[in-house]
């Protein structure tokens, strides 16, 4: 029996190179994105070029998405011309993408009625990890679809947790998002705090990596917020649509998420300051704004 045909729907920031990664893993590639330039990239190192969802459908036994948020995937596979309008019985439907999981859970009863199953497994790692193909990926569906998927996920990442049932990964990724949400601003407000007390940041967040407050958040985005470098890896806007999404079903489960709900504004406040297509880091220029202090 042939190797499966991938399809992959979504190259932005994340989703083109993963895309790569797969096709350097061996893996037979059908692709589409809204604009073209991404498909044409990788339709020369090997890709093939579909003009629509349906169309991947049509030629794809797995079907990968990698999508902005919940409207847009439930349009590329509830839509007219999306995936489920042309899906193959026993087909796998893998969505990578970060939304609601109530959107995920009725995507996935979707997808059984056509005779396939779904799995919701969004990721972590930011650009550095889909490039680097060391992803932390949180898995929500069925065991079976997940043994099947598994090669794929190993040409993607490094850590990857099956969660549970359908919507599983979603409320992970909900969980993930609110940590490094919160931990990206409190790096941010101490750092700046430092800077305007007249001690150098540089050396505090040196010191601070040393002890309790060593993170991944203060050893990449602290070194981010220091440099000036703001290039989007994951854009503020995106991250401000997952803390909505993360206080959406805190609501729904009766959950108070307050802090989340605070850095979520701050994020939200960016956005409206013309700031969200920076990346998450760039959240210490709200800091630095009140503060009335740059770290540069």
């Known amino acids: 029996m042939s190797d499966p045909v991938i399809g992959f729907i979504g190259l ?24 073209r330039a991404a498909v044409d990239e990788l339709s020369k190192e090997g890709a093939q070029a579909a003009a629509s969802s349906k169309e991947v459908a ?16 439930d349009l590329v596979y509830a839509g007219d011309q999306g995936i489920l ?5 026993g087909s796998l439907l893998i969505d990578m993408s970060s939304i609601s999981p109530v959107v995920a859970r009725k995507l996935a ?76 601003a409190i790096v941010g407000e101490a750092l700046v705090l430092a800077k305007k007390a007249g001690v150098d940041p540089v050396k505090v967040r040196q010191a601070l990596l040393g002890g309790f407050a060593q993170s991944k958040i203060l050893e990449a985005h602290g070194q981010k917020m220091l440099d000036r470098n703001f290039k989007p890896g ?38 409206g300051m013309g700031n969200g297509d920076l990346d998450h880091s760039g959240l210490v220029k709200f800091v630095e704004e009140l503060a009335k202090k740059d770290l540069g």
């Open 234 to 271: 994951f854009r503020i806007r995106l991250h401000e649509k997952d803390m909505k999404i993360a206080l959406a079903t805190g609501s729904e489960y009766g959950v108070p998420l307050m802090v989340t709900g605070i850095v979520g504004q701050m994020m939200t406040a960016m956005k």
């Open 12 to 35: 932005g920031i994340m989703g083109k190179p993963m895309a790569r990664n797969l096709l350097k893993g061996g893996f037979s590639l059908v692709v589409h994105n809204r604009s």
């Open 58 to 73: 049509q030629r794809s036994e797995i079907i990968i998405t990698m999508l902005p948020d919940s409207p847009d995937v």
């Open 109 to 184: 009863a979707e997808a059984e009625k056509h005779g396939c199953d779904m799995l919701d497994a969004p990721v972590s790692g930011g650009e550095a990890g889909a490039i680097g193909a060391t992803l932390s990926i949180m898995i929500g569906g069925r065991a079976p679809a997940v043994e099947r998927a598994m090669p794929i996920f190993q040409a993607l990442g490094k850590n990857l947790v099956h969660v549970g049932e359908a919507g599983a990964g979603q409320i992970t990724k909900a969980a993930n998002q609110m940590v490094v949400g919160t931990t990206i």
């Open 85 to 89: 309008s042309a899906v193959k019985p």
